[in-house]
């Protein structure tokens, strides 16, 4: 292994859900519905294949009907207005589109500021791309964790090329509000800035204000790739459909490099998810209310169970902190969690350069059938 990967090992959720299988835990680690999305969205991938659509390459971009209906999802919720033919990019999901897109567009040695703790590919694809990554540590507060402007600023040198943005956040379930998302973008005008922003949960978000895309805060369409995932959004993350939209040269450059990672993929899964797309409003708040009393019946059983709970604003986890269960390791928490309670989480240090800042922190998925979730509020309960 070069020294680029070198430090990086095994993803935290291949081996969190290994262990899962292994002790027959809970697994409330990797981020993963068990529930399958709409069953005609199923049968739509199965006609596809059965009629021979997308079980041959696939044109390069995507199929022209899923481009079209993402730019249709991206104008119908947001107002933004996108070339289905240019400024859009079907990817192996948003795993793909992250890589590609710091693999188009960073130099070696180009700095990427990244907020911490973050999914665990930025780290790993900033390395690969040669960049070199700058934390930027989201503070926890009584309320959640946040953002320090101020942190972001200084952060920014004459060598930063990228911010790359999560919202809603993963592991910490923050939503950037509408001041933190205008100061980012004002700050990514004046000092030219491009910027990458992965919206994956942007059907999640639980409170008044819903999602609210970088992309249309002023000055900001034409330097910000944006990317999606139908994994997350319609609960099918084995197809691995994600996108891009952007201006057209930002496309291009993305396009550039995906066309030597996978080329194409997902044939039959586009065709399926371009319906997926088209779903009436009602599918879409159906699945935020669900998730959203999962979250609520998640946060008060790990309350009950001792553990102190940062109510997510959106996504489908929830980080703790272990503190006032007298414990303070979450590495060790976790690794002895299946063998004391039968359930595995994910100790959130994994995603931190400063590894002691994300220490006592640890993440639950909620994206769980009710009677799971309950079952495991039932055995966490016993820890105390
Ligand atoms: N970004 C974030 C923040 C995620 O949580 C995930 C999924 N875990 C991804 C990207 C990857 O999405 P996909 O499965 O579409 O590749
Ligand atoms: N995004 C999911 C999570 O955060 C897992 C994706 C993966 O396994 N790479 O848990």
Redesign the pocket.
């Known amino acids: 292994l070069n020294r680029r990967l070198a430090e990086f090992g095994t993803?935290i959720?291949?081996e969190m859900?290994a262990l899962a299988v292994r002790t027959g835990s809970i697994n409330l680690?990797?981020?993963?519905p068990d529930t399958d999305g709409p069953e005609e969205i199923r049968e739509a991938a199965v006609r596809a294949l059965r009629e021979g659509r997308g079980n041959q390459y696939p044109p390069g971009p995507g199929i022209p009907e899923l481009r079209t209906a993402i730019t249709a999802h991206q104008l119908r919720r947001y107002g933004l207005s996108y070339d289905p033919d240019t400024e859009v990019l079907v990817t192996a999901g948003a795993?793909e589109a992250i890589a590609a897109a710091l693999l188009a567009l960073l130099e070696p040695g180009d700095e990427v500021i990244a907020f911490e703790p973050y999914?665990?590919?930025y780290a790993a694809c900033i390395a690969m791309a040669g960049g070199t990554r700058v934390p930027v540590t989201l503070r926890a507060h009584e309320g959640g964790f946040r953002l320090d402007l101020d942190e972001l600023r200084d952060a920014v040198t004459d060598r930063t090329r990228l911010l790359l943005i999560n919202t809603p956040h993963?592991?910490t379930g923050t939503v950037l509000t509408r001041e933190e998302l205008t100061a980012i973008a004002e700050l990514a005008v004046e000092r030219d800035l491009l910027v990458v922003t992965d919206e994956?949960y942007e059907h999640l978000v639980f409170d008044e204000a819903g999602h609210l895309p970088l992309a249309t805060f002023p000055g900001m369409r034409e330097r910000t790739v944006s990317i999606g995932s139908a994994g997350?959004t319609f609960s099918f993350?084995g197809w691995k459909v994600g996108w891009v939209t952007a201006a057209e040269g930002l496309v291009a450059a993305v396009r550039s490099a995906k066309q030597f990672l996978t080329y194409v993929a997902s044939g039959p899964f586009q065709y399926a998810v371009a319906e997926a797309l088209a779903l009436p409003d009602s599918y879409f708040s159906a699945f935020r209310e669900d998730m959203l009393a999962k979250r609520d019946l998640l946060a008060a059983g790990l309350t009950e169970a001792g553990f102190q709970v940062f109510r997510p604003a959106g996504t489908y986890?929830i980080t703790t902190d272990i503190r006032p269960l007298g414990e303070s390791d979450g590495f060790a928490f976790c690794r002895a969690l299946p063998d004391r309670a039968g359930v595995v989480a994910?100790p959130n240090a994994v995603f931190y350069d400063h590894r002691e800042a994300g220490a006592p922190y640890v993440?639950f998925?909620f994206c769980k059938q009710t009677a799971v979730l309950e079952e495991a509020v039932r055995r966490l309960k016993a820890l105390a």
């Open positions: 993803t959720f291949a859900s680690g990797q981020g993963f795993t999914y665990d590919s993963n592991p994956v997350k993350t986890f994910i993440r998925a």
